[in-house]
Structure formats: C-alpha cells, structure tokens
C-alpha cells in the first residue's frame, strides 16, 4: 500500500474513532452532567451556536443530503456537544416556528436528520411531477408501490424506458439517470437499493427510503395511478389496505 492510501486509511479510522467518542459522550452523560457543563455557556453563546446549526442543516437540505449527528458534533457543536441535547431541541423550535419545517430523525439508530415541510408532511404537493426529477422519481415510487414494496432493477428500467428515459443513455434534462437513480435518490433517502441475494449475475431491487415514507402520501399516490388507469383506487385490494392503514398513522 502507498504512503498516500496508508495516510488516508489512518485519517478515516481516526475521524471514525472521534466520531465514536464523541457518541459515546453523548449517550452516557447524565442530566447533572449536563446542567453542570451547561453553565460554562452563556445564552448569547447558545443563541449563536443554535443559528450555525440551523445554518448548517440548512445548507445540507439544499441537495436533500441527510445530516448525521456526528457530523453536527464535528463540525458545529465542537465543545458545546455536552449540551447537544438542548441545542438540538432549540434548533427543532427554530425549524418550526421560523422556517415551518420539521427536523424528522429518520434513523435513530444512527441518529440521522432530514427537514421536512410541515405542510406538505403526508401529501403529494412535494413529490408531484412539476419538477422533471421529483417527476421521474414520483414514477418509480409508483412502480415499487404497486409491486408491493419492492421492485426489481430491471422492470424500473424497463418501465421507464416506455417514458424514454433510458438508463444506458444520457438524458436531455437528468444527464445521467442511472447515477440519478441509484446515487443521489438513494443518498437523499428517497430510495433504497438493494443487492439481491444469491443472483448471478448480481441484481438490485429498489426499496421505498425513509424520507419518501415520511414526505409521501400512499393514498395519494394511488388516486394518481387509479386516475391514469381510469379505475377506482379500491381496484387494488392490497394496496388499497396498506395506503389507508399508513394514512391512519400520519
């Protein structure tokens, strides 16, 4: 191995072991902990931490890209982490009661945050084709939809071929819709791409990614492909049920 690719090797497991550490902190401070640390700050110095992180998500949003809580750690909170806790939940009033957006942590696993437009929360408005990608992306939520929650890699591409959008092709208006597809909706979570185990050669299927559950209306989208069927949305048994049972959720 190079010089360069050992150096780079050892700079991600150190980021990656201070990413560790620093969740770490968080999760096992106690709440005395925190009143305690809390007092090394001023409220002007909170005010002025909150806006940067509100900033910082802000610009993240613009490209749909999810935000991490270590990268929030890392690169705003700094020395304020111990009192993450009350930025954060500062930072969500902020989101609502100024932008009327919602900060959603769709994975709390991994504690990973995309905002969504409180208004718009549970319906179509944002998803609808007006805008050429938000179209096509609308498209191959329908297919995986009405494949019951997965849709192999090929009937995607096949169906959207019919629409004379050919992956094996550079697109007028998405240039290059295989990377468009499998890259930047996956990482915006809007998709989920999967290897299909046990295939030879290898297949993906596509999923439904967390934002798209959260953004989008089932019921919604299945008015939309009743309507360009010229059926009634009850036509689809299963369907039906699932969107109607999400829709008692939201």
């Known amino acids: ?7 780079s090797a050892s700079q991600s497991k150190s980021q990656r ?8 902190t968080l999760s096992q401070m106690t709440s005395s902990q925190v009143l305690r640390a809390r007092e090394n700050f001023t409220s002007v110095q909170i005010d002025r931490k909150v806006a940067e992180v509100v900033q910082f998500i802000l610009v993240k949003d613009q490209k749909k890209i999810p935000v991490r809580r270590a990268e929030i750690v890392k690169h705003v909170m700094k020395e304020y982490k111990v009192i993450y806790s009350e930025v954060m939940n500062r930072v969500r009033r902020t989101f609502e009661q100024v932008f009327g957006l919602k900060l959603e942590e769709i994975d709390t696993k991994n504690h990973i945050y995309i905002l969504i437009n409180k208004l718009e929360a549970g319906e179509t408005v944002n998803m609808c084709p007006g805008n050429p990608k938000t179209g096509l992306l609308f498209v191959i939520l329908s297919i995986i939809f009405m494949k019951g929650g997965v849709a192999k890699e090929n009937l995607v591409w096949n169906t959207l071929k019919k ?9 007028d208006e998405f240039s290059d819709v295989k990377k468009l597809v499998t890259d930047e909706f996956v990482r915006q ?3 989920e791409y999967v290897k299909i185990p046990h295939t030879e050669p290898v297949e993906f299927e596509f999923r439904w990614g967390l934002r798209a559950d959260i953004e989008l209306s089932k019921l919604k989208l299945l008015e939309f492909v009743a309507e360009l069927h010229d059926q009634d949305p009850q036509s689809w048994t299963q369907q039906f049920r699932e969107a109607s049972a999400s829709e008692s959720r939201t």
């Open 1 to 7: 191995m190079s010089q360069r690719k050992k150096a």
């Open 17 to 24: 072991t201070n990413e560790n550490e620093d969740e770490m």
């Open 163 to 171: 629409l004379r959008v050919d992956s094996g092709e550079k697109h």
């Open 189 to 191: 979570k809007y998709l």
